[in-house]
């Protein structure tokens, strides 16, 4: 049976309210929330239902850089200029931790699928793996020779990919810290990297015009598409794994289909490069940030069998990898239906009913802000504890100046 065949894209949400450049947006994982980090030093959580006024969040000192809401969408982490990482609850009150995460830029932040660690990566030439909860540093992955743009976890976890000015890719084995394998084909600094869902390959976007897709097994280049004509600065696969799409500093968007190795759709929307993109965690929507201080919502409409989607969980890849030679992306095994055959399987027995989900995400959404905010309470009292001090020997100098 054919694929329906695709509608397009529409421009559903036009959010105004930065006073500079937007660098980065994430969607929450209801996609009830996007999330914007820009050249003002803000941070803006957007209400995707009308008439919600937004967020503006300050405690940055310079660009927010990056910004990642968390697997269960009640903490977000930002990174920024000020070498600094933050992990908010996006709330009305916009209470954060900041912890000086490198010496230099903080380009990148992304939470683990378990939500309890995160990656940064930073123009100190390193990646960083911390504990979410504490802010404590666990380890760090430094082979990289210049600055490094963007570091993501794998779906499973088990491995963090890492995108350089050095114009390498790096695949990192998190358990071992060390690095599987460089990817060298790009011909200039690459900026931006992620996983394919299925967490069997990585595309990467260049200075050089270009995005490369590699499989992480066989470490091979399955794709190679060079259709903007300036520099790719973001990308985002959609949740089924099908689609793939790019920001560039051609001010365009660009919508690629990753089985058939084509390009879908250009989008035209920001005056000036396009600095961000992000498909939200359904793939019902994508959002876009650019130069021109604008961030766009858009509705994807060409994938709308995937409105159910779970990011955990991403279906099968159709396997007539025969007569697309461009990509080998086999999906599980065993699961050799092809597309639409596997949508109409019926779920599993043993999943857990919708109540029980919704009633432990909400639990373990509230520890997550408990743990929040009992870290926001040990930074008070540290600083309480800071000011006793000052005060203590403030007096026994004045005591010592005071002639008896």
């Known amino acids: 049976m054919a ?5 397009d894209p529409s421009l559903e949400r036009h959010f105004k309210g930065h006073r500079d450049a937007v660098t980065c947006v994430d969607f929450s994982l209801n996609t009830k929330q996007l999330a914007s980090g820009s050249m003002d030093s803000c941070l803006m959580i957007w209400h995707m239902k009308p008439q919600s006024r937004a ?13 990642n809401f968390s697997p269960s969408g009640h903490l977000l982490a930002s990174g920024s200029r000020d070498k600094t990482v933050r992990i908010w609850v996006p709330n009305v009150k916009g209470e954060s931790t900041m912890f000086r995460a490198h010496t230099a830029t903080v380009r990148s932040v992304h939470f683990c699928s378990d939500g309890q660690s995160l990656v940064t990566a930073s123009d100190d030439k390193t990646v960083k793996v911390w504990s979410t909860h504490r802010q404590r540093f666990l380890f760090s992955l430094s082979q990289h020779i210049n600055w490094v743009r963007c570091a993501k976890f794998s779906p499973d976890g088990r491995l963090i990919v890492s995108a350089s000015d050095d114009k390498t890719v790096k695949l990192w084995d998190k358990t071992s810290r060390e690095c599987v394998h460089s990817y060298c084909e790009h011909g200039g600094f690459v900026t931006y990297v ?5 967490g ?3 595309a990467a976007a260049g200075m050089d015009n270009t995005v490369k897709v590699w499989d992480v097994r066989t470490h091979r280049l399955l794709q190679h598409y060079q259709l903007h004509s300036a520099a790719v600065n973001a990308l985002s696969f959609h949740p089924s794994g099908n689609y793939l799409i790019t920001a560039s500093s051609d001010s365009t968007l660009k919508i690629l289909d990753v089985l058939e190795g084509r390009l879908l759709y250009t989008l035209h929307g920001h005056q000036g490069p396009a600095t961000t993109v992000a498909f939200s965690r359904t793939g019902e929507y994508f959002a876009s940030g650019g130069s021109d201080e604008q961030v766009m919502v858009w509705k994807s409409n060409f994938d709308a069998d995937y409105g159910d989607v779970k990011v955990q969980r ?11 030679p461009e990509m080998d992306l086999p999906g599980p095994p065993g699961r050799d239906k092809s597309l639409e055959s596997a949508q109409c399987q019926p779920q599993e027995p043993v999943s857990m009913p919708q109540t029980l989900t919704s009633t432990l995400e909400h639990i373990v959404g509230q520890l997550d802000v408990l743990t929040q905010t009992v870290s926001i309470l040990e930074q008070r009292l540290t600083l309480a504890e800071d000011k006793l001090k000052q005060c203590l020997e403030n007096q026994q100098l004045i005591m010592r100046r005071t002639p008896s």
Do not use: M, Q, W
């Open 3 to 7: 694929a329906p065949s695709p509608e």
């Open 55 to 67: 967020y503006r969040f300050t405690g940055h000192k310079d660009a927010v850089t990056c910004v």
């Open 194 to 198: 992620d996983f394919h869902p299925s």
């Open 200 to 202: 069997t390959c990585i």
């Open 314 to 324: 991403p279906p099968p890849l159709a396997s007539s990898t025969g007569n697309l």
